[in-house]
């Protein structure tokens, strides 16, 4: 399996904000999640990706191309969403089709009509005038109808109601299906990842504290449920996040050292989110 | 070449739905210098349509397409030229409403139209060379400023070299147009290759 994205020694500096990774890469074929507190780099890691910004340092490869900025046939590509940079709202979704129809190779005019339809979209209504989820579903359509290999998405489903949620996601699960489609999805919307994503990264501060595979993550660790008399026998290096109620400690813990005394419980992603960012140990 | 033409397509887009009072009153100042001629209402009728392409500006900004375009398979160097060739369009199109009116309301006079031409021209040239650059690189809002300082750097060299002519006696008017006509082509040239360089530098922080 190839990598659609490889980042190597990249850094960007925005004011006070720094982003710096090692590495970082996405394989093809797979759903990538970024998860992250605002301000902690995800849409600048985006941007960076889609040529919107240029990095200070390090190499940035996006479908094997090393700068997407002015690569237009890499860009052809590439269907996105990002916070901020959104199109034109005078616009219906008629005339966008006939835009982007012009403006990509491989636009599939019928398939954007069938995402239209299955989104229960007003053809002629402009974009200003539709509701947040109409715009997100409008923006989807347009990413996703011109035979995209990489889709790179800031929080889709941010917004938005479980119906429409759900559905996004499930149309994302089907873009995913074939092994050539690749997905770099950012989200606050732990769930979502949860349901959609192969592997994970968490972003804090602009920096990568963790990237896994999803399941393996999953496995890793355990919640652990220690009453307040117990909390002295747990051995300290074991804790990788905790929270203390009053009559007992929640502890998050790698699987293999959860102590035969606790009661250890499946984790989500969002709750070793909550226990390693606050005070957690990332290691 | 596609590209471009799909870009000014957009363009038209934005403004069509908004651009009712606008398209009012420069069909109104096409009219009046047609029946009346003289420098306002020619003038008038080019500035207004130059202040279309310019609004189309503030919509790329507001609602994010700047961005948006820089991450389709679309060159920043065709988003310059279909603003540019936009532009020079609607130049055209105050030129030839002018043209109409006039033929129309006085007939055919080579002298008033050749007149109207270069003033539509030189004005309409000039208006959008100096604004472009500036909204592009500093935005619709502050590019403002910067218009308003700028003018008056122009016009008052303008006036100056002027007032320096009528003191040597230099009256030849129509080497005068010549001249006006070539440092507004100047201007446009530069000008372009100005905001060129500009939004390829540019980088999308804010969003």
Request: aromatic letters at 10%.
């Amino acid at each position: 399996m190839g990598q659609a994205i490889i980042c190597k020694g990249l850094k960007k500096q925005l004011g006070n904000f720094t982003l710096d990774y090692p590495v970082f890469t996405v394989a093809e074929g797979t759903v990538h999640g970024l998860i992250g507190a605002n301000g902690s780099g995800k849409t600048t890691t985006l941007k960076l990706l889609l040529g919107l910004l240029r990095q200070d340092a390090g190499d940035v490869s996006v479908l094997g191309s090393t700068n997407i900025g002015v690569d237009d046939q890499a860009r052809n590509s590439i269907g996105f969403m990002v916070d901020g940079a959104g199109i034109p709202s005078m616009l219906n979704p008629i005339e966008l089709g006939r835009l982007f129809q012009s403006l990509y190779t491989y636009w599939d005019a019928s398939y954007y009509q069938q995402l239209l339809m299955q989104f229960h979209l007003d053809a002629k209504k402009p974009y200003r005038k539709c509701s947040r989820g109409m715009k997100v579903k409008i923006q989807l359509a347009l990413a996703l109808s011109h035979n995209a290999k990489l889709l790179i998405l800031d929080e889709p489903t941010s917004g938005l109601d479980p119906v429409s949620r759900d559905e996004i996601i499930t149309l994302l699960s089907r873009y995913s299906e074939d092994e050539n489609h690749t997905i770099l999805i950012s989200s606050h919307i732990t769930s979502d990842l949860e349901k959609l994503c192969d592997y994970v990264t968490f972003l804090e501060d602009g920096k990568i504290r963790l990237s896994s595979e999803k399941d393996e993550l999953l496995e890793r660790y355990r919640l652990i449920q220690i009453p307040s008399t117990r909390i002295a026998d747990v051995e300290p290096n074991t804790i990788k996040g905790r929270r203390d109620g009053q009559f007992q400690s929640e502890f998050l813990m790698r699987t293999e050292e959860v102590p035969p005394f606790g009661e250890a419980q499946r984790v989500t992603l969002e709750q070793i989110i909550i226990m390693l960012s606050v005070g957690g140990d990332w290691s | 070449m596609n590209t471009i033409i799909t870009l000014m397509l957009k363009d038209w887009y934005v403004l069509k739905s908004k651009s009712g009072l606008t398209l009012f009153l420069i069909v109104f100042f096409a009219v009046f210098a047609g029946l009346q001629g003289g420098f306002l209402y020619t003038a008038m009728c080019t500035m207004m349509m130059v202040m279309l392409t310019i609004t189309t500006f503030a919509y790329d900004q507001s609602d994010g397409w700047e961005a948006y375009v820089s991450a389709l398979p679309v060159s920043r160097k065709a988003v310059v030229q279909s603003k540019y060739l936009f532009g020079l369009l609607t130049v055209l199109v105050s030129v030839v409403l002018v043209l109409v009116f006039s033929l129309v309301f006085r007939g055919f006079q080579v002298d008033v139209l050749l007149n109207a031409l270069q003033l539509q021209i030189s004005i309409g040239i000039f208006f959008l060379s100096l604004n472009y650059p500036l909204i592009l690189k500093f935005g619709f809002e502050k590019s403002r400023v910067w218009y308003i300082l700028v003018t008056f750097l122009i016009v008052g060299a303008g006036s100056a070299l002027s007032s320096i002519a009528s003191q040597t006696g230099f009256q030849n008017n129509s080497l005068v147009s010549v001249f006006m006509v070539i440092l507004v082509v100047a201007l446009l040239v530069v000008s372009y290759f100005i905001s060129l360089g500009i939004l390829k530098r540019k980088e999308f922080i804010e969003i």
